[in-house]
């Protein structure tokens, strides 16, 4: 089963502390991406806002989280996963 991760920003965190870590952040993001775990992921698109992403199962979205630098770095407050049942209506 799919799971939807959700960012919501650190209220104060910076958009600069995000961009230090950001080459750190995609390095992560690229592995996933081309072992295939992730379907989609990004910024919503109004700054501070959070961010999305979707995985092919949970243990590969909780594996992303716990190596994702915004999550150590607590620029993350909280990540809220949602396991989705993607069936076509």
Do not use: C
Not at 40 to 57: C, H, K, L, Q, R
């Amino acid at each position: 089963m799919k799971t939807v991760i959700f960012y919501e920003n650190n209220p104060e965190a910076t958009m600069e502390q995000f961009m230090e870590v950001y080459p750190k952040h995609q390095e992560n993001e690229d592995k996933f991406v081309k072992a295939g775990k992730v379907l989609g992921i990004g910024p919503f698109s109004v700054p501070g806002e959070g961010a999305m992403g979707i995985f092919t199962d949970l243990e590969s979205a909780e594996e992303f989280v716990k190596g994702d630098p915004f999550v150590q770095e607590g620029l993350v407050a909280k990540v809220t996963y949602r396991q989705w049942h993607d069936e076509l209506l």
